[in-house]
């Protein structure tokens, strides 16, 4: 049995074989996008978390730089894992330096000592002259120059302004050299392209000092940016930053030209979405088996009309169901399918797992989860009729919570349990005394198998 899923393997000859159908062709229109752009310009793309963006990512940093190998650079940069650093211009600063080494006429020595004199609070640079001396970077040295004699102030001014006049020096040493750099391969269509990844993981002020890093210092030509971002995570950052009501979207626009959003319906494959393809796959590699498989995508399919389930998610609810009884597939249709059902609740949605296990969920509430508030007539026939017979067995089910059934309650159960004949199997004695404990089921077959590290 394996319960974890492989890695996914990217060869740099063929960067989107293991990719999810449809993802190769994306890239494709992602690299003709940049093919066509001039001057600066930061595209992002937009996509939920656990929705394949850094797969995506290093899978078109592998293609792209196959594509533009004579004509530009593509450099990939994790944000999340440089954090720690603290300063977004060191750090790409530093990544340029690792990809590209020396280079001709020594460009990149001219970059990172121009850089060099920036370090700090980069994206402050020149506040000094434009404020009269009132920001952060020269306050304290005037404060203690103002209790000196006037010949030490001005030495101490003269000091202070051409410190900061050398550093507004550096910021157009630091352009004119990427300029340079990024116009120093061949062909007339040079470019330097920078993948910035897991944006949105990082803390709000580093993730906005990044952007504004971006916009003041790297807004050359021929330097582009694109981001993988989850752009919801993201206004959240700028609200928590500037405050509630702040107009994030109005903010964003000042540093992102262009937004294009990861797909998830896949191209050519009507009906398929990236977590249905992704699920497939990953049945494949866990070696589910066929009837297990068959009803996970059953059911997936379903709940994705009205939810977004990630492949993340994907993830999560496939390593669930590999615990599953190894002689599942001889369990009666119904508690088949209630397990399935369960096992998502278990991944999407833990409080109302909870529910089942304390026997408190409503009928209501699984009708709820499984096709939210969406009229019926959106799901197809076979859908339709699936949604049905899964719902009467939970209603009988959740009825046999009660053990002293009322007379009403036991006709009922008895219509239900003839109308799903064969559902229940060993699992209901008659259709007198429903013996069927969900409790017990979801305790014994999924509660005690977690596979989760943490609660999210």
């Not at 021929?222 to 993988?228: A, E, I, K, Q, R």
């Amino acid at each position: 049995m394996k319960i974890s899923n492989d890695d996914v393997v990217i060869e740099a000859a063929t960067p989107f074989e293991n990719a999810l159908p449809g993802r190769e062709a994306f890239g494709e229109k992602v690299s003709e996008l940049f093919d066509e752009l001039e001057g600066a310009s930061v595209i992002a793309l937009d996509g939920e978390w656990g929705t394949g963006k850094s797969t995506f990512l290093k899978m078109w940093v592998e293609a792209h730089r196959s594509k533009i190998a004579a004509k530009g650079r593509v450099i990939y940069f994790d944000a999340f894992e440089h954090e720690f650093l603290d300063d977004p211009l060191a750090s790409l600063v530093a990544r340029l330096d690792l990809e590209i080494g020396a280079t001709p006429q020594g460009k990149m020595r001219k970059l990172t000592h121009a850089a060099t004199k920036l370090l700090g609070p980069a994206a402050r640079v020149g506040l000094a002259a434009a404020s009269g001396g009132l920001s952060e970077f020269v306050g304290q040295p005037l404060t203690k120059a103002a209790d000196k004699t006037t010949e030490l102030v001005d030495a101490e001014l003269d000091a202070i302004w051409g410190a900061t006049k050398s550093r507004i020096e550096a910021v157009e040493d630091f352009r004119l050299s990427l300029t340079a750099i990024a116009n120093s391969a061949e062909g007339n269509k040079g470019k330097l392209i920078f993948v910035i990844d897991e944006l949105d993981r990082c803390r709000p002020d580093y993730a906005l000092q990044f952007l504004e890093v971006i916009k003041h210092f790297f807004a050359v030509s021929n330097v582009h940016f694109l981001l993988g971002v989850n752009l919801r995570s993201l206004r959240v950052s700028v609200e928590a930053r500037y405050g509630q009501g702040t107009g994030a979207d109005e903010y964003l626009r000042k540093f992102i030209h262009l937004t294009k959003a990861l797909p998830d319906v896949v191209d050519g494959f009507a009906g398929v979405t990236s977590s249905g393809a992704y699920c497939e796959i990953l049945c494949e590699q866990m070696r589910l088996p066929e009837h297990l498989k068959g009803e996970i995508k059953r059911q997936l399919s379903i709940i994705s009309v009205h939810r977004e389930v990630g492949l993340r998610d994907v993830e999560q609810i496939v390593h669930k169901a590999q615990l599953l009884p190894a002689d599942f597939e001889h369990f009666p249709w119904g508690v088949r399918e209630m397990l399935v059902t369960m096992v998502l609740m278990f991944c999407l949605e833990r409080d109302l797992f909870k529910k089942v296990l304390k026997g408190s969920i409503a009928l209501e509430e699984v009708m709820q989860f499984l096709k939210g508030g969406i009229n019926s007539a959106e799901y197809s026939s076979q859908d339709r009729r699936w949604i049905d017979r899964a719902l009467r067995c939970w209603e009988i089910a959740l009825m046999d919570q009660d053990e002293k059934l009322e007379p009403g309650g036991q006709a009922r159960v008895r219509e239900l349990a003839v109308s799903l004949e064969g559902a229940f199997g060993p699992f209901i004695g008659h259709v007198d005394a429903v013996r069927f404990n969900i409790r017990k089921l979801a305790h014994d077959h999924i509660e005690n198998w977690d596979t989760r590290p943490f609660e999210q």
